[in-house]
């Protein structure tokens, strides 16, 4: 599904807060049940900032509490592992929320022994399931009270290996002609960035290359999602390496490619959310071919929506791709300006045909 900018998460005005190192200011007004209104409590480990996933994330509740009536509380407990289990135990015992939000994979051995301990509550988590099964000491309530969002990243995987390789074989981006490489950085060797990779590499081969000119490299250590400068590090040695474009799906670690971009004079594909409109260097900004969204945002929105109504389904997961317009990619006017309409229309048609099922992306899951 292509997003046209004015349409892809309205992120400018938050992000510009986030970027400064606040978190909105929603969490002063949060913590009473005298409003009368529904509150969540975005626990994240990590920190607002990252320009993507995070930011999509609190970008949706927002919108939530602004649009449908919540509250919102955010919690930021930083790139400190050992400080988040604590953080989670005392985000889930204090009285100030209805519903507590949390994502990634990391999360959810934390989410899947806290929720049956307050059975009172409601618990979000995205991008991972809890274990509903109750095995391995969790869920031992079935974890009825929590909900699982997961995406299928593998679909926007493909639609970025796609455009990557019609790129590199169209002579497309200027600088790059005689390139045929392209890099793609993840965050740690986990289900849920191989199965980014393993897309890309499928998108990558269906328009015509081979997965040999693609390079992969984990960021890993103690903050793969949180080290822009080791971000930086290895997107340097893919261009060095002849990659004519760099797709770093590492959080806060992949700001450090859009910097290496601009000294190599090189390209990068944006990831999870709009990152043309939230970096705030232009020659940055310049170097963003378009952005594989994964509309984290979008997500939360709607299980607000659902929530609402009474509709959302706790004690199970869903899974929203494509076909629900949960993943895509950005279409705007610098994106024209960079890629060929030949391109874009067979980009177009590679989104419809995955989005119908007459293609099967496959995945790390």
């Known amino acids: 599904m292509r ?7 309205a992120v400018v005005a938050t992000l510009a807060l986030t970027a400064c190192g606040g978190s909105g200011g929603s969490g002063e007004n949060s913590g009473s049940t005298s409003s009368g209104k529904l509150r969540i409590k975005l626990v994240i480990n990590g920190g607002l900032g990252d320009k993507s996933f995070f930011d999509s994330a609190h970008e949706g509740l927002k919108r939530a509490e602004k649009e449908l009536g919540y509250e919102l509380k955010v919690v930021e407990l930083g790139s400190d592992r050992t400080k988040w289990e604590p953080g989670f135990e005392d985000a889930a015992s204090a009285d100030d929320y209805d519903i507590l939000a949390a994502g990634t994979f990391d999360v959810t051995d934390y989410i899947g022994k806290l929720a049956p301990e307050f059975p009172d509550k409601k618990f979000w988590v995205f991008d991972a399931p809890v274990d509903y099964s109750g095995k391995n000491g969790a869920c031992s309530n079935k974890c009825e009270n929590v909900y699982s969002v ?6 926007g995987g493909y639609l970025a290996g796609f455009l990557a390789e019609k790129l590199v074989a169209g002579k497309a981006l200027k600088g790059t002609e005689s390139l045929k ?3 793609v950085m993840g965050g740690v060797k986990i289900p849920v960035i191989d199965d980014f990779i393993v897309g890309f590499k499928a998108g990558f081969k269906q328009a015509g290359g081979k997965n040999s000119d693609v390079v992969v490299q984990y960021v890993g250590g103690d903050k793969p999602f949180g080290d822009p400068a080791k971000g930086k590090e290895i997107s340097t040695a893919m261009y060095g390496q002849g990659a004519a474009l760099v797709w770093p799906v590492a959080g806060l670690s992949g700001l450090g490619t859009f910097e290496s971009a601009v000294t190599a004079k ?10 043309y409109q939230t970096l705030a260097d ?3 900004k310049d170097t963003v071919v378009t952005s594989i969204l994964k509309n984290v945002g979008n997500a939360l929105y709607k299980a607000a929506q659902d929530e609402k109504t009474g509709s959302l389904k706790y004690g199970a997961v869903e899974t929203v791709g494509l076909a629900q317009d ?16 030949k391109i874009r229309t067979e980009l177009e048609e590679a989104a419809d045909q995955v989005k119908s099922g007459s293609v099967t992306v496959p995945s790390a899951f």
């Open 3 to 9: 997003y046209r900018r004015s349409a892809a998460f």
């Open 282 to 284: 232009p020659a940055q």
């Open 326 to 341: 949960a993943v895509g990619y950005v279409d705007d006017a610098h994106f024209e300006e960079l890629v060929p309409d």
């Open 181 to 183: 490489k392209v890099g």
């Open 266 to 275: 090189r390209y990068a594909f944006g990831v999870d959310s709009d990152q």
């Open 150 to 155: 997961t995406f299928k990243q593998n679909e």
